[in-house]
């Protein structure tokens, strides 16, 4: 029992120090992190199909996939900070599974098209209703959780992400040997409609438990108890949920934090250009080597390794949250280097395979950064849910336009530009996460002045009113 004790504290950290909060934690965890995968199996389902049949079905020309991915983060783009503002007036609880419903009707859509523009309008309004989940989650796990707390429930969070996209390519795979041609619909058609049959009561679970906020919830397995103690046990709120008017936009743009994260996650996601593109199950189609299943399958250690890096650096980051986040994003730097580097002359296949797989290490990012975020801007919950909303949004912008210029499936099977591209951002996100870091220094810094000098200030109160206490009239000195 002492060993799984041990064990306990250094995976999950050490446990909360009531039974009370031990229960809530319990009940939280539970409850947010079962949601989000179906997210990125609703969104990583094309590029499954495109090389299952699709591309010859519906008559793919030149770069049209990449159009779709672009139109696609367009409406992505487009719908970050309306959903994070809308979160800030309508219920999580209502709003996160009304646009899970939405998306998954989108993707049943997708089933029945029989051209590229179809799909690139479905895409496009499908994105936008998707963009809601992961930057709105991202800031409910900032609302419940500790910064101790947050680095692994995120990496979680990110995990389920992960294995959607796992748990799509493995899907197509068995959809193409075993449905292919069934009630007339090719094996990608039923990758859509069994996606929509996978999203549907995940929208609905959503509807029935997913909590809220702290400051909101109204979740029946919650007792009256336990909402309190979720408010009590977090740091403060200087400007709670909803306080929005023009004060937000000085108190964002005004921010360091503004520039520092976005930035940062610029760098960070656009690291991840040959896993998003996906780059290995194009380059294993144009071989003519591996069967439709083994483009499929061969993938899915990509998003394997994302989610053992996800896992391992959330928990590493949450071990001194106030110092280990930077730490992060200098490895990740090095790994989207050294891929980029292997990927530019590979000596051998299995070099090109090791290049792929190791670029799944980027994934990490999408924990370490928004927990990162989360941490140094939570006393203003309006202006934290703008950031994350931003952080993602411009990342989205650049990547519109470098998935086009570096990373398009007329660029196969080399990239060879996408490959300086992958080494020039990795150097980029060394830079800005050793200025994020000197950033949060500087901020430490100045609130620990602040804290002594409030305490200064409190002291000399204090001696005042004594003294004035010792000079009334009828008080005997001793």
């Given at each position: 029992m002492a060993l799984l004790s041990k064990v306990r504290r250094i995976v999950w950290g050490a446990p909360a120090t009531t039974k009370a909060e031990r229960r809530l934690i319990l009940k939280i965890d539970f409850f947010i992190l079962t949601y989000y995968w179906c997210n990125y199996l609703d969104r990583a389902n094309l590029n499954n199909a495109y090389v299952s049949g699709m591309r010859e079905a519906l008559h793919f020309k030149g770069t049209q996939l990449n159009q779709?991915?672009?139109?696609?983060y367009g409406g992505?783009?487009?719908?970050?900070?309306?959903?994070?503002?809308i979160l800030q007036k309508v219920?999580?609880?209502?709003?996160?599974?009304l646009t899970c419903l939405i998306w998954g009707f989108f993707t049943l859509g997708t089933a029945f098209t029989t051209n590229p523009t179809q799909i690139m309008v479905i895409r496009f309004f499908q994105a936008f209703f998707e963009a809601s989940c992961f930057v709105g989650v991202q800031w409910i796990l900032g609302s419940w959780y500790k910064p101790s707390e947050i680095g692994k429930r995120t990496a979680i969070f990110t995990s389920s992400?992960?294995?959607?996209?796992?748990?799509?390519?493995i899907m197509q795979g068995a959809i193409h040997e075993t449905l292919d041609g069934s009630a007339g619909l090719a094996g990608f058609r039923w990758l859509f409609v069994i996606d929509f049959l996978i999203t549907f009561p995940i929208a609905i679970y959503g509807f029935l438990f997913f909590p809220d906020t702290p400051l909101s919830t109204s979740a029946r397995y919650l007792t009256p108890e336990e909402r309190s103690l979720a408010v009590e046990r977090l740091p403060e709120i200087s400007k709670e949920r909803g306080v929005l008017g023009w004060s937000l936009i000085r108190r964002v743009i005004a921010s360091w934090h503004f520039w520092a994260f976005v930035l940062l996650w610029i760098a960070n996601s656009n690291t991840e250009m040959y896993s998003t593109n996906a780059i290995m199950q194009l380059w294993l189609r144009s071989t003519g080597d591996y069967t439709i299943s083994e483009v499929n399958y061969i993938p899915t250690s990509v998003s394997g390794m994302g989610i053992v890096v996800t896992l391992l650096l959330g928990w590493?980051?949450?071990?001194?949250?106030?110092?280990?986040?930077?730490h992060v994003g200098v490895l990740l730097s090095f790994t989207s280097i050294t891929s980029g580097a292997l990927m530019l002359r590979p000596p051998t296949?299995?070099?090109?395979?090791a290049a792929l797989i190791l670029n799944g290490c980027q994934f990490a990012g999408q924990t370490v950064m928004f927990a990162w975020a989360n941490d140094l801007i939570r006393s203003d919950d309006a202006k934290r849910s703008v950031i994350i909303a931003c952080m993602n949004m411009f990342s989205i912008a650049v990547y519109m336009f470098w998935s086009i210029l570096f990373y398009n499936v007329t660029q196969a099977p080399g990239w060879f530009k996408g490959n300086w591209a992958m080494i020039a951002m990795g150097l980029f996100l060394l830079i800005v996460t050793l200025a994020t870091y000197m950033l949060?220094?500087?901020?430490?810094?100045?609130?620990?002045?602040?804290?002594?000098?409030?305490?200064?200030?409190?002291?000399?109160?204090k001696l005042s009113m004594e003294d004035v206490a010792v000079n009334m009239p009828g008080h005997t000195k001793v």
């Open positions: 779709i991915n672009t139109i696609f992505y783009l487009l719908g970050q900070i309306p959903n994070n503002l219920r999580p609880r209502i709003w996160l599974p992400g992960l294995a959607g996209t796992m748990f799509s390519g590493y980051s949450d071990y001194n949250p106030s110092r280990n986040r930077w296949e299995g070099a090109k395979f949060q220094r500087r901020q430490e810094r100045m609130e620990a002045l602040e804290d002594a000098s409030r305490n200064m200030r409190a002291t000399e109160d």
